[in-house]
C-alpha cells in the first residue's frame, strides 16, 4: 500500500469513527425542546375571537362548584360570587393574572439532563392517562393494569430517547386502597424513570403522604423544593364550567407543597364541550384562565401548565375518538393559544383509537404528534403507548412510539436554509469536474447524522434483503427490545438504604 492510500484509507476510517460517536445534543437532528410553532390552523383573528369568547364565558357565565377555600382565594383576588353559586372573573381580573403568571417554566427531572424549560414553542413528548388495561399485542388480549405494569412502562420509557417525560399512563388496579395506589403509583414511575414524572390523587388527604415520600426519594424537603421532579395532573374543573370540589382541594395542598400543576380541563366535544371544534377551544381556554386565576391567587407565580384538553367525540355513537383529524385540530388550536398567551401549555395527541398497534395505529398516532409537534405545544401528553381511546396502555406500543415521535420531531425542527445547507459549492464541485453524485462528499458525511434521523426498529431494507433478514416482524421486534429492557433492574431505582426508609414507612407493592 502507498502512502497516498494509506492517508485516503486513514481519511476514511476516522470520518467513520468520527460518524459512530456520539454527537453532542446541540448537533443531534432531534433533541428534546425543538422549536415548533410553524404550523397555525387558527389566524390572528380567530385567536382574538376565541380569547373574547373566553373572556365572556367566564365574565358572563362564570363556574359553578368552587370549595370555599376556592371561594375565598379567587373572591380575595377579585372574583365575585353570585347568588346562583357560581365565580364570575371581571376581564380586568383576567388580564392582571395573565400578567403575572409564570412563563418560564422549568420542569424538573431526578437527574439535571432530564430538565424540560417550557419556554416559547419548545416541544416536549412523552406518556399520560389513566388506561384500566394493558395491550398484550400477541396474545390479542385485554388484561387489568398492574403496578408492576406501570414500573415497566417507566422503566421503558426511561430507556426511550424521544419520551421525554413520564406521566402516569395506567392505573394500578391490583391496589385496592386508593391511599396506598396513589403512593405506589409515584413510587413505580420515580423507580423506573429519573425523567419528569406527573402524577393524580385521589384524595386531598392522601396529598402529605405523597410529599413525605418525595422528601425521602429527593433526599430532603429542601432538596424536594429545589428541583420538584414531579408534577401534578390536575382536573380542577368537571366540563362544562364546574369546579371539582376534591381536585381543587388537592391542587391547593400540591401548591403548598411546592409541586407543579397541571391545570387539566378535559371536556369532550359534542358531550360535556361544545360540538365545534372552535367552541371546544373556548371553553378549554376559559376553564384554564379560570384555574390560573385560582393557582395566582393561591400563590402568585406558582408554576402552572395551561392544560386545554378537550377530546373528540364521534358523534355517531358518542364514543370518545381520539385519533380523529379532529383530535388533531383541537390540540394544535389550542397549541396556538397557549403561544397566544404566552403560557407553558400542554394537551393530549398520539392517542389511537385502534385496540392494538396496527395501521390504524400507525396513522391515527402520528396524525395528531405530529401537527401538534408543529404547532409548537410545550407538552404533548399521551403521545405513545395509548390505545382504545385511552381505556388501553401497550409497551410495544410505547417502543414503537419512540421512532414514530423520532420523525415527528423532524417535522418539527423544520428546513434550516443558510449558505452551507444551500449547497451551491457542493453542486459546483460535484458537477464540473467531479464525480457527478453526492455520496461521498464532505457534505454528505456530515450531515447524514447531524440532519437524518434513523429509526431503530423500523425496517427500511430491500423486499430481498427482508427475506435474507428471515423477514423480520416490527412488533417482534418490539418485543424483543422490551423483554431486553425488562430483564435488567432499573437504573432509576433507589440506593437500598432510602428504599428502606419508604418501605418501612409505607406499604409499597413492588417487590424489592
Known amino acids: 500500500m502507498n502512502d497516498m492510500t494509506s492517508r485516503r484509507s486513514g481519511g476514511r476510517a476516522a470520518r467513520r469513527a468520527s460518524r459512530s460517536a ?205 428541583r420538584p421532579f414531579v408534577s401534578n395532573s390536575n382536573c380542577f374543573v368537571v366540563p362544562p364550567m364546574k369546579f371539582a370540589t376534591e381536585s381543587c382541594q388537592v391542587m391547593e395542598a400540591c401548591i403548598a407543597g411546592g409541586m407543579p400543576i397541571l391545570l387539566l380541563s378535559a371536556g369532550q366535544a359534542g358531550a360535556t364541550a361544545p360540538a365545534s371544534i372552535a367552541g371546544a377551544i373556548v371553553q378549554a381556554v376559559a376553564e384554564c384562565l379560570a384555574g390560573l386565576v385560582y393557582v395566582n391567587a393561591v400563590k402568585p407565580g406558582h408554576p402552572a401548565i395551561f392544560g386545554t384538553w378537550p377530546f373528540v367525540s364521534d358523534l355517531r355513537t358518542g364514543a370518545m375518538s381520539g385519533g380523529s383529524g379532529e383530535q388533531a385540530l383541537l390540540s394544535a388550536g389550542c397549541a396556538q393559544m397557549h403561544g397566544y398567551y404566552g403560557l407553558p401549555g400542554g ?32 407538552m404533548v401528553y399521551e403521545a405513545a403507548g395509548m390505545h382504545a381511546s385511552l381505556l388501553g396502555f401497550c409497551h410495544e406500543s410505547l417502543i414503537l412510539g419512540n421512532d414514530m415521535i423520532g420523525q415527528a420531531l423532524r417535522c418539527v425542527r423544520g428546513i434550516e436554509v443558510d449558505e452551507d445547507s444551500l449547497s451551491l459549492e457542493v453542486i459546483r464541485a460535484t458537477c464540473i469536474g467531479g464525480p457527478g453524485h453526492y455520496l461521498g462528499s464532505d457534505q454528505t458525511l456530515m450531515r447524514m447524522q447531524r440532519d437524518y434521523v434513523y429509526p431503530d426498529l423500523a425496517d427500511r431494507s430491500s423486499p430481498k434483503e427482508w427475506v435474507e433478514m428471515g423477514q423480520p416482524d416490527l412488533l417482534e421486534k418490539a418485543t424483543a427490545r422490551k423483554n431486553a429492557i425488562l430483564a435488567d433492574r432499573a437504573a432509576a431505582r433507589f440506593d437500598p438504604i432510602r428504599d428502606a426508609e419508604i418501605r418501612k414507612r409505607f406499604a409499597i407493592h413492588l417487590p424489592a
Open 22 to 226: 456520539p454527537l453532542v445534543d446541540h448537533l443531534r437532528p432531534i433533541r428534546p425542546g425543538l422549536e415548533g410553532g410553524l404550523y397555525k390552523p387558527l389566524s390572528p383573528e380567530a385567536m382574538d375571537r376565541i380569547h373574547h369568547a373566553a373572556l365572556d364565558a367566564l365574565e358572563q357565565i362564570g363556574l359553578a362548584d368552587a370549595p370555599p377555600s376556592g371561594i375565598a382565594w379567587m373572591t380575595g383576588a377579585g372574583a365575585s360570587l353570585g347568588e346562583d353559586g357560581r365565580l364570575r372573573f371581571p376581564r380586568a381580573l383576567v388580564e392582571d393574572t395573565l400578567a403575572r403568571a409564570n412563563r418560564d417554566i422549568t420542569l424538573y427531572g431526578r437527574e439535571p439532563r432530564h430538565d424540560m424549560q417550557l419556554s416559547g414553542n419548545r416541544v416536549h413528548y412523552g406518556t399520560a392517562g389513566a388506561a384500566v388495561h394493558l395491550v398484550d399485542p400477541e396474545a390479542r388480549h385485554y388484561r387489568d393494569s398492574t403496578v408492576q405494569d406501570l414500573h415497566d412502562a417507566a422503566r421503558i420509557a426511561d430507556q426511550m430517547d424521544n419520551i421525554h417525560f413520564v406521566q402516569r399512563p395506567m392505573v394500578a388496579r391490583d391496589v385496592i386502597d386508593n391511599r396506598e395506589m396513589d403512593l405506589n403509583t409515584i413510587y413505580a414511575c420515580c423507580a423506573g424513570t429519573t425523567k419528569h414524572v406527573g402524577t393524580s390523587f385521589t384524595d386531598p388527604a392522601f396529598v402529605a403522604d405523597a410529599f413525605e415520600m418525595l422528601h425521602l426519594i429527593a433526599g430532603g424537603e429542601k432538596a424536594w423544593r429545589e
Open 347 to 378: 394537551a393530549a395527541a398520539g392517542i389511537a383509537d385502534a385496540k392494538l398497534p396496527d395501521m390504524q395505529a400507525g396513522w391515527e398516532q402520528m396524525c395528531s404528534n405530529v401537527m401538534a409537534g408543529l404547532s409548537g405545544l410545550n
